[in-house]
């Protein structure tokens, strides 16, 4: 059983999360995608303007990470967002469609961008096994 699908469902209260045990898989990739220059991005637009354009932008990864199907998105912070394919929602072709979500990711930003506006990003994929667990009882965070 898939750990976060558990709590989700409330069968194990936020307090006690960090005390369930770690999970691995060893069929996945991991797709992590940050915005390059994004301290000089947001100290030159307003901060509202800021939340409203990376929010554009992670909701459009997730629309495609939908598409592509046997995403797990980890986590955003702050500009990096952070998705395994495969794992917990296994599938054989994990690699070729992390690769695909990276391509998309960089198509996503080139679209957005303007000349007044350089929304640069980094992509790396890897391939390989991940350990996953919950850290921290106080706002715990399912983190591989």
């Given at each position: 059983e898939f750990l976060a699908d558990a709590v989700v469902?409330?069968?194990v209260a936020p307090p006690k999360w960090y005390t369930l045990p770690h999970q691995e898989w060893d069929e996945c990739t991991v797709v992590q995608m940050d915005v390059?220059?994004?301290t000089r991005l947001a100290s030159s637009i307003e901060a509202e303007e800021l939340i409203d354009l990376i929010n554009a932008f992670f909701t459009s990864i997730?629309?495609?990470a939908e598409c592509i199907g046997g995403v797990w998105k980890v986590e955003t912070i702050g500009d990096c967002y952070?998705?395994?394919v495969g794992g917990?929602?296994?599938c054989a072709d994990h690699a070729e469609r992390a690769v695909n979500l990276g391509c998309c990711i960089l198509e996503n930003a080139a679209r957005i961008s303007c000349k007044t506006l350089d929304l640069s990003v980094r992509v790396g994929v890897h391939s390989g096994s991940i350990t996953a667990g919950f850290i921290g009882s106080l706002l715990p965070r399912y983190l591989i």
């Open positions: 469902h409330g069968d390059a220059g994004f997730d629309h495609v952070i998705a395994v917990p929602l296994a």
